[in-house]
């Protein structure tokens, strides 16, 4: 399998995107599924890459912290050979489809290759997931718990318009009788933490109409 022009946009792209967001980056070697995988992998807040056997240029121009290989065929070893070369110290994980599992043994690699800290970084506005501790701008933002899942799940989908149904899904669980003005409610508890409490230099979270929500950085000035 090729690259398509496609891919080598999305390893470009990305990998801005995690060196603005301090996301752990992962290349998906999929051999014609992956889907599943990949969005298990990228709720975790990481920036996710996918490829077919042709796997090594995307990963000299994307410089990936794990690569993972889905239901490749064996042949691909003199490809691994040649990443090992490009890339010695990148650890090479093989899955067979299950996200949850998967999810759990990139994390375990991760940390044990000496990852990063598990920070989420967006603008000025910087979450400490261990620490559960939240600053913007270099000042502490206290929040509640429920504030502080809200808050991790936009900071985890950056620049993504999240719907209300998808947030209540998330953050209160599947099944729940919540209401989407719940949300309004917690996401008007966010903005008057994060952009009224004397930290912020701007709005971070914006209304889509008819659409959802979204979290970017502050506007520069």
């Known amino acids: 399998m090729s690259l398509t022009m496609g891919v080598e946009r999305s390893a470009a792209a990305l990998r801005e995107a995690a060196s603005s967001v301090e996301a752990v980056r992962v290349l998906l070697v999929a051999g014609g599924g992956g889907a599943a995988l990949g969005a298990a992998l990228r709720a975790e807040g990481w920036c996710v890459v996918r490829a077919g056997s042709e796997f090594v240029p995307v990963a000299r121009e994307f410089r990936p912290d794990v690569v993972v290989l889905d239901g490749v065929p064996a042949d691909v070893r003199e490809r691994l050979a040649r990443l090992a070369e490009v890339l010695p110290e990148v650890p090479v994980l093989f899955v067979s489809g299950d996200g949850a599992r998967a999810v759990a043994r990139v994390r375990a690699l991760v940390e044990a290759a000496g990852g990063r800290t598990p920070r989420l970084v967006v603008g000025d506005l910087v979450m400490d997931e261990d620490a559960r501790e939240v ?85 520069a000035g």
């Not at 209540?168 to 729940?176: K, N, P």
């Not at 933490?193 to 971070?204: H, N, Q, S, Y």
């Open 135 to 219: 600053t913007r701008a270099g000042v502490a933002v206290r929040l509640t718990t429920t504030e502080f899942e809200l808050l991790r799940y936009f900071m985890r989908n950056p620049r993504r318009v999240l719907s209300k149904a998808q947030i209540l899904e998330r953050v209160w669980g599947a099944g729940t009788e919540a209401r989407g003005n719940l949300v309004e409610l917690y996401v008007s508890y966010l903005r008057r933490k994060l952009d009224v409490g004397g930290a912020g230099a701007g709005p971070v979270i914006h209304t889509r109409r008819g659409a959802g929500y979204v979290l970017r950085a502050a506007d």
